[in-house]
């Protein structure tokens, strides 16, 4: 168990440019999440897949904000013409074979910090 | 629809003396809590899950919770405080059976004084 990884670790961009962020989950975890965590407040749920199918997207994830799971591996967030609204920690989890509702327990990334200037 | 209100935003004690953090949920369901922690710089990590089993639940480094129903409350208690414990920690809601996402409350800054 080499925990989830999350690349970069800190991401400082220009308002309008577009980044993309990068999640390595535990290896053989079916179950991927993506939250949201701004200062002062907790995670936020943005999106999950199950292998490679996208099955929930949070209305806060608008349509400048795309993530893929190609492989069911790796998966990767992308965020076009970035605003300053859309600094904050971006965390990564994932799960075995299912998630809370199967009692499943998520493991957590340290996160992607994006700070847009 | 279901929330959690963290009743502090900043708890602070001195090493060797209780921790109390306080948290309210509000579920239409029978919930499933949780209290996670976040130290700087590391992932988010599970306390302690309650699921509809024993009301009071223990989790690791000493830390236990008590699922009231009558008062909503599940707050998180250890008997006698650690500098390890300095952290953000994280009163979570979901349903159980059904529903896939977590709700975060807004968090307890834990600080701990020698």
């Known amino acids: 168990d080499t925990g989830v990884s999350q690349n970069p670790r800190h991401k400082i961009t220009k308002r309008g440019q577009n980044v993309t962020f990068r999640c390595d989950p535990i290896s053989e975890h079916n179950r991927l999440y993506w939250y949201r965590q701004t200062l002062g407040q907790g995670p936020e749920f943005l999106t999950y897949?199950?292998?490679?199918?996208?099955?929930?997207k949070s209305r806060l994830l608008s349509d400048r904000f795309s993530a893929e799971r190609p492989k069911g591996s790796f998966s990767t967030l992308e965020i076009q013409r970035t605003e300053q609204g859309d600094s904050a920690m971006y965390l990564c989890?994932?799960?075995?074979?299912?998630?809370?509702?199967?009692?499943?327990?998520?493991?957590f990334g340290s996160g992607t910090q994006l700070s847009v200037l | 629809a279901q929330s959690v209100t963290q009743l502090d935003s900043h708890v602070s004690v001195s090493e060797g003396t209780p921790v109390l953090l306080r948290c309210n949920y509000s579920s239409s369901y029978s919930p499933s809590l949780f209290w996670y922690v976040q130290h700087p710089n590391k992932g988010l990590q599970l306390l302690l899950k309650?699921?509809?089993?024993?009301?009071l639940v223990k989790g690791i480094n000493g830390f236990e919770a008590e699922f009231k129903k009558s008062e909503t409350s599940f707050h998180l208690t250890k008997p006698s405080a650690h500098m390890s414990d300095a952290a953000e920690y994280f009163c979570v809601v979901t349903i159980s059976g059904g529903y896939n996402k977590l709700i975060f409350g807004a968090g307890t800054r834990l600080a701990v004084h020698p």
């Open positions: 989890a994932s799960s075995r074979r299912g998630g809370p509702e199967l009692n499943e327990k998520l493991f």
């Open positions: 897949f199950q292998n490679e199918a996208q099955l929930e």
């Open positions: 309650y699921t509809s089993a024993a009301t």
